[in-house]
């Protein structure tokens, strides 16, 4: 059952930007009330984390994407992940994930909640 959908993904260009949206998929989820966090699986590669917001506004980011990556989340029960600056590097597929905060933000175990997941390209 999934709770959360992602949108935004694409294909484009290094150098440019995408902003990726995740919200949920039944009217009746609790998202305010959540840790929302991104997600992403690079070809090969483990699915790791990307950014996180907590229910007040405060946001970390791994240090891949520090500076070039923004989170957001609106009083509509939308998150939000602005990209600027992107790399071939960042091509992957990105998921949205939502947790209650009661360990770290950083981890795959954090978060119950997913959503299918966007493809993002970046071409050299």
């Known amino acids: 059952q999934a709770h959360l959908v992602e949108s935004g993904g694409g294909l484009v260009q290094a150098g440019g930007s995408l902003t990726l949206s995740c919200t949920a998929s039944e009217r009746t989820f609790d998202i305010d009330n959540l840790i929302m966090g991104w997600f992403r699986r690079a070809p090969g590669k483990e699915r790791e984390f990307v950014a996180a917001i907590g229910r007040s506004g405060w946001a970390v980011y791994a240090d891949s994407v520090q500076e070039r990556f923004t989170i957001s989340r609106d009083n509509a029960k939308n998150t939000f992940l602005q990209m600027n600056s992107l790399k071939p590097e960042d091509t992957a597929i990105y998921y949205c994930?939502?947790?209650?905060?009661?360990?770290?933000?950083?981890?795959?175990?954090?978060?119950?909640?997913w959503g299918q997941g966007t493809q993002v390209t970046v071409s050299s």
């Open positions: 994930a939502g947790g209650h905060g009661t360990g770290g933000v950083r981890a795959l175990h954090d978060y119950m909640y």
